[in-house]
């Protein structure tokens, strides 16, 4: 994956956020010594490659109303583990599904599932449901709840986060 | 408080935004909004907190970026202590408290696996306790969508 230094630079500027003014990407362009129609086109090709995920709003979930959260960790056996992250990530209930090593002793679970809801009986409900659609019970299973929020912000990359 | 203009604009939003000159008149346009009103609400969206941010989400494994989930197992009487020295480090990306005898975890992203390293040796020596790093083996899905 070729990400060059002008990416990097793009990169960089865009993780402040995008200008709110009728021209960002010049806007944007502008601060880095890029013309709009570079900027564009670069944004696209990143876009396209999934360097970039998305582009557009991320919300503090908290703030509009899903005001509970819970990791939800399973322990799947390893042979098995492709097949049921695959279906936990499809479902509509799952934000985010992954794979992480196990930390044996103290950490036996190796598939990571998050469940946001409006309040914990919420989530509660929502991972019973999915738990027993998806015949995904009989795993050893864990939600974590949140009960604290330190810190929600984006991942800095690119040249910003090098020049601090 | 949101309306349900607010609403739509939120939703439309984390869809994606377009990639063009004139990026909020269009979006404006879909939404039969003016687009200094689309603007002037996103503006006060995020001044109010309800969005985080408006711009990207990168997939840092496609420049070489790399990020690990950790957690920690802070005694009750140091976690704000030690919520605030990892806090401190740039590369912390977010931090919660969640209810297990592993009861801290937060996100580390850097620019190189030899970044996060270095973050978490610092991590370890600055709070005197050890971290489980745990970075992702696959992933199978990144939503992140709420309705609003």
């Given at each position: 994956?070729?990400?060059?230094g002008?990416?990097?630079?793009?990169?960089?500027?865009?993780?402040?956020?995008?200008?709110?003014?009728?021209?960002?990407?010049?806007?944007?362009?502008?601060?880095?010594?890029?013309?709009?129609?570079?900027?564009?086109?670069?944004?696209?090709?990143?876009?396209d490659?999934g360097v970039?995920?998305?582009?557009?709003?991320?919300?503090?979930?908290?703030?509009?109303?899903?005001r509970?959260?819970?990791?939800v960790?399973?322990?799947?056996?390893?042979h098995?583990?492709s097949?049921?992250?695959?279906r936990?990530?499809?479902c509509?209930?799952?934000?985010?599904c992954?794979?992480?090593?196990?930390?044996?002793?103290?950490?036996?679970y190796?598939?990571?599932t998050m469940?946001?809801?409006?309040?914990?009986?919420?989530?509660?409900?929502a991972?019973?449901?999915?738990?027993?659609?998806?015949?995904?019970a009989g795993?050893?299973h864990?939600?974590?709840?949140?009960?604290?929020?330190f810190?929600?912000?984006?991942?800095r990359y690119?040249?910003?986060?090098?020049?601090? | 408080?949101?309306?349900?203009?607010?609403r739509?604009?939120?939703n439309?939003?984390?869809?994606?935004?377009?990639?063009?000159?004139?990026?909020?008149?269009?979006?404006?346009?879909?939404?039969?909004?003016?687009?200094?009103?689309?603007?002037?609400?996103?503006?006060?969206m995020?001044?109010a907190?309800?969005?985080?941010?408006?711009?990207?989400?990168?997939?840092?494994?496609?420049?070489?970026?790399?990020n690990?989930l950790?957690?920690?197992?802070?005694?009750?009487?140091?976690?704000?202590?030690?919520?605030?020295?990892?806090?401190?480090?740039?590369?912390?990306?977010?931090?919660?408290?969640?209810?297990?005898?592993?009861?801290m975890?937060?996100?580390?992203?850097?620019?190189?696996?030899?970044?996060v390293?270095?973050?978490?040796?610092?991590?370890?020596?600055?709070?005197?306790?050890?971290?489980?790093?745990m970075?992702?083996?696959?992933?199978?899905h990144?939503?992140?969508?709420?309705?609003?």
């Amino acid at each position: 994956m070729d990400v060059n230094g002008r990416d990097l630079d793009l990169i960089g500027a865009l993780s402040a956020g995008l200008p709110l003014s009728p021209r960002p990407f010049a806007e944007l362009g502008a601060g880095i010594g890029m013309d709009e129609a570079e900027v564009l086109t670069r944004l696209a090709d990143l876009r396209d490659r999934g360097v970039i995920r998305r582009l557009g709003v991320i919300v503090r979930h908290h703030e509009l109303g899903y005001r509970a959260n819970a990791m939800v960790v399973w322990d799947v056996p390893d042979h098995a583990v492709s097949e049921v992250g695959r279906r936990l990530g499809a479902c509509p209930e799952v934000t985010l599904c992954y794979r992480r090593p196990r930390r044996l002793p103290d950490w036996p679970y190796n598939l990571f599932t998050m469940i946001h809801g409006r309040d914990r009986a919420a989530v509660e409900a929502a991972l019973a449901a999915l738990a027993r659609r998806e015949g995904v019970a009989g795993y050893p299973h864990l939600p974590l709840f949140s009960l604290r929020r330190f810190k929600q912000c984006g991942a800095r990359y690119g040249r910003a986060l090098a020049a601090e | 408080m949101m309306d349900d203009t607010d609403r739509a604009i939120v939703n439309a939003l984390q869809g994606g935004f377009p990639v063009s000159d004139h990026p909020f008149a269009e979006v404006a346009d879909a939404l039969g909004l003016r687009e200094a009103d689309l603007i002037g609400r996103i503006a006060a969206m995020r001044a109010a907190g309800v969005l985080s941010r408006f711009g990207p989400m990168y997939n840092a494994d496609r420049f070489g970026g790399h990020n690990t989930l950790v957690a920690m197992q802070v005694p009750a009487e140091r976690f704000d202590e030690v919520a605030a020295q990892v806090n401190s480090f740039p590369e912390v990306a977010h931090n919660y408290q969640r209810d297990h005898a592993l009861n801290m975890w937060f996100v580390v992203a850097g620019e190189s696996r030899a970044e996060v390293d270095r973050v978490l040796t610092e991590v370890e020596a600055r709070t005197g306790l050890p971290v489980y790093d745990m970075p992702k083996i696959r992933e199978f899905h990144v939503g992140l969508r709420f309705e609003a």
